[in-house]
């Protein structure tokens, strides 16, 4: 059996991770290039979402290059997301390859189920190492949502450019390698002392950006356009809503303990949307609020074309923006973005932020 | 004077309007109903719409807009969730009442009950019954209306089981033509299909051509659910079930000569469904498949010919 796994963000390494930890053969995926977009459009539904064609790109690269088995996610709807696998096998199979698909779905309080499912993979372990391993992965993950969140913290202070994105990927590096949780323990430390190490400018004022949106598009630097990056090296603080780890522990962890979790997105978003709409559009609605009370100078809602969920949103931010007073701006991104028009008007987004922040300060000290 | 109920003449209107408008009617309201669709609903309502929203959304802000208009005292816009255990709607009906009321401006009243059966079966009832209590102050005539509304609804859907599309039904149309030359599967979204604007009257042009048109809506549920069921996995949405099963089910023992596939733009399940379905019947090369998509930028004379030209290869396959 050699497994692989469609890429989103660093879940991929994680992944990495777990499947070689369980004693599999791993072949993964590429990197995402052009090539893997162009080929994962081609063979993909041309209404599709954005995500599902990156995720043909990986599958047919990765089953080109000697995989036979795909580890895949799944879900129960209402987004297309729970119905990817589906057609994702039937376009494989038409196109010639032999494979077989594990679809891991959200096991909605029935975790026994998601272990039945994993135990074609889990075969070659024993229980112990098994879990001992999810642990790992769990505390993996984790630390390189910290890590991550940190990094987008230390990217806009940094005195030359790309020096935190360097130190960041040679800790994410350490972090996919440590092979207990104590060396992973070791390696988030240094790796965050290390982020504070980068030179930094001298202080000043920076601005603050949320980003929200679907949760594939907004993991996966290829599909943003690295819009973090982007805006990091502009000496702008990023801080993005949706961390892997975040999703899991309410998703797989507290769901299936029938507890409910962010209740507090909820109740912000309940006087502009008070029901789940499928995907994220909810919580897109509900952190837009929440940065705005906390002050941040804009919201970014990152979108694939034609996701519904999040068309929904997009309907009701505008509203969102002109009643908590907070800049909102929806980017709905798939094969056809291109950087220089997107950076145009990320560029001009926050020159907007910038001058209505000086703009405020000026009217507030009174000199104009 | 009656309280007067605003229904938009689009999206689930043909799947569920003699239901409500028996329910509305027997609690002494009065219903009014937007008008056909035309070129200027249409215009407002993609000028109210975000720009990515579908084709229906638009429409369906459009006749909002027209019933505001009209002067209603309320319109109703239900909070569709889910119809039925383990699957749901499309996202867009989970979030409708939202986009209706930010998209549309000076609205009046909305009726946004919520209907969820898989996940708030009890609360869909109560929610139905507070719905009727805004109309009259005793809970058995809610009852009663309610059950005349389900007596109406059964009786359109039998309606729709002898043949005749939703339109044909609802406009008090013929239906069928005399002499059909071939049976055409026409499957997409009902509200699509079945406004004659928005499908520049696919159905009408295809009966001219000489088809027997057969939609989803004309099969026993049970052959839908044996045609859903060919699927390794169950769909979670309605109407994609619908046409998954419908497709699959004419597929195997429908007897049809041609199928033609009508999806909005950007339509997030049929991207999918559609697909599949598209796969399923080239694996087995025996019934062709027209697909057309529509958007408000569709040219009329582009799908008439597309149109005048499958049904053409169909009459030529029979003559073979």
């Known amino acids: 059996m050699k497994v692989t796994y469609p890429h989103m963000g660093s879940l991929s390494l994680a992944m990495h991770g777990l499947l070689s930890g369980l004693a599999l053969e791993v072949i993964p995926p590429p990197p995402i290039t052009r090539k893997t977009i162009d080929l994962g459009v081609l063979h993909s539904p041309e209404f599709a979402c954005f995500p599902l064609k990156v995720n043909m790109g990986n599958f047919i690269e990765a089953l080109s290059a000697g995989a036979d088995t795909i580890v895949m996610a799944g879900g129960t709807g209402p987004c297309r997301f729970g119905y990817y696998a589906e057609v994702q096998r039937e376009i494989l199979k038409d196109l010639g390859f032999d494979f077989q698909m594990i679809v891991l779905e959200p096991p909605q309080g029935q975790a026994d189920l998601l272990l039945e499912r994993l135990k074609p993979l889990c075969a070659r372990v024993s229980r112990r190492k098994l879990a001992s391993l999810l642990f790992l992965t769990w505390r993996r993950i984790k630390a390189m949502d910290r890590l991550h969140a940190r990094l987008l913290q230390v990217r806009a202070h940094e005195a030359e450019q790309g020096s935190a994105t360097r130190a960041y990927e040679q800790v994410l590096a350490r972090l996919a390698e440590a092979r207990s949780v104590r060396e992973l323990e070791l390696a988030l430390r240094e790796g965050l002392a290390a982020l504070e190490a980068v030179p930094a400018r001298p202080p000043g004022e920076t601005l603050k950006i949320g980003l929200v949106g679907e949760i594939y598009m907004l993991l996966e630097p290829y599909a943003n356009l690295q819009v973090e990056k982007v805006l990091g090296e502009m000496g702008v603080t990023v801080e993005r809503s949706i961390y892997i780890s975040a999703w899991i522990m309410e998703h797989l962890v507290l769901s299936s303990l029938r507890l409910k979790g962010s209740r507090q997105v909820k109740k912000a978003a309940a006087p502009y949307l008070n029901h789940f709409v499928g995907g994220h559009g909810w919580e897109s609605v509900g952190e837009t609020v929440l940065y705005a009370r906390r002050g941040f100078d804009g919201v970014i809602h990152i979108l694939p074309f034609t996701c519904t969920p999040e068309i929904v949103a997009q309907s009701i931010l505008p509203v969102v923006s002109a009643a908590t007073g907070i800049p909102v701006i929806s980017f709905s991104l798939d094969e056809q973005s291109g950087e220089a028009g997107f950076i145009t008007r990320l560029e001009a987004f926050v020159d907007l932020l910038r001058q209505r922040r000086s703009g405020r300060k000026i009217y507030a000290s009174g000199q104009r | 004077m009656p309280l007067k109920i605003g229904i938009p003449r689009a999206l689930l209107y043909y799947h569920y309007y003699p239901a409500w408008k028996t329910f509305f009617e027997t609690l002494g309201a009065e219903v009014v109903l937007s008008a056909q669709t035309t070129k200027s609903i249409l215009d407002t309502g993609v000028r109210l719409a975000v720009d990515e929203a579908c084709l229906p959304v638009k429409l369906y802000l459009g006749h909002l807009a027209d019933l505001r208009d009209k002067g209603v005292d309320f319109v109703f816009v239900p909070r569709m969730v ?239």
């Not at chain 2, 930010?102 to 869909?124: A, M």
């Not at chain 2, 390794?232 to 998954?244: A, P, S, V």
């Open chain 2, 82 to 320: 889910s119809v039925e255990k383990k699957r749901y709607l499309c996202p867009k009906f989970l979030g409708l009442p939202e986009m209706a009321r930010f998209g549309v401006g000076d609205l009046p009243g909305l009726l946004d009950t919520e209907i969820n059966v898989h996940q708030k079966y009890r609360e869909t009832r109560s929610n139905i019954h507070a719905l009727g209590r805004r109309f009259t102050r005793a809970p058995w005539r809610v009852s009663h209306a309610l059950r005349e509304a389900k007596k109406a609804q059964a009786a359109y859907e039998t309606a729709l089981r002898s043949g005749r599309t939703p339109r044909d039904v609802l406009d008090g149309q013929a239906g069928q033509s005399k002499d059909p030359k071939i049976r055409v599967a026409l499957l997409g979204h009902s509200y699509n299909l079945n406004d004659p604007f928005i499908s520049m009257n696919l159905i009408e042009r295809l009966r001219e051509q000489g088809a027997q048109v057969i939609t989803s809506e004309m099969l026993r549920p049970q052959d839908i659910c044996r045609g859903a069921a060919c699927l390794q996995k169950d769909i979670f949405w309605t109407l994609g079930k619908d046409l998954m099963g419908a497709a699959f089910h004419l597929l195997d023992n429908g007897g049809i000569d041609g199928l033609v596939l009508v999806a909005s733009f950007g339509c997030g399940p049929d991207s999918l469904l559609c697909e599949l379905v598209e796969r399923a019947y080239r694996r087995d090369r025996r019934v062709p498949v027209l697909f057309l998509t529509l958007d408000e930028h569709t040219g009329e004379a582009g799908i008439v010919t597309r149109v005048e030209a499958f049904c053409d290869m169909l009459l030529w396959r029979r003559a073979i």
